[in-house]
Nanobody, 113 residues
């Protein structure tokens, strides 16, 4: 089992920045993919960014604005979000994929115009 605890959401004006952090505990390995997903009201959950030792991937909508990073020793993953837009408003979830998907409780990000 893996437990994930997120922090760092909040309210910000368009053009501003936020930093999300996620701390994992339990059995996982450096080769497991970690990532951030988001779900806006009335929409399906979508991938924002993922990271594993060999690569990082971003949704087209956040490329150039968001940066995902990971501390493999501390089992943490961070999402730096810059140039935020109102359409980035959503609940953001941390994820780790081992033998199944594990999810954090979610953190609200609200971007006002």
């Amino acid at each position: 089992q893996v437990q994930l605890v997120e922090s760092g959401g909040g309210l910000v004006q368009a053009g501003g920045s936020l930093r999300l952090s996620c701390a994992a505990s339990g059995i996982m390995y450096a080769t497991n993919t970690m990532g951030w997903y988001r779900q806006a009201p009335g929409k399906q959950r979508e991938v924002v960014a993922t990271i594993k030792p060999s690569s990082t991937d971003y949704a087209d909508s956040v490329k150039g604005r968001f940066t995902i990073s990971r501390d493999y020793a501390k089992k943490t993953v961070t999402l730096q979000m810059d140039s935020l837009k109102p359409e980035d408003t959503a609940v953001y979830y941390c994820n780790v994929r081992t033998y199944k998907d594990f999810w954090g409780q979610g953190t609200q990000v609200t971007v006002s115009s």
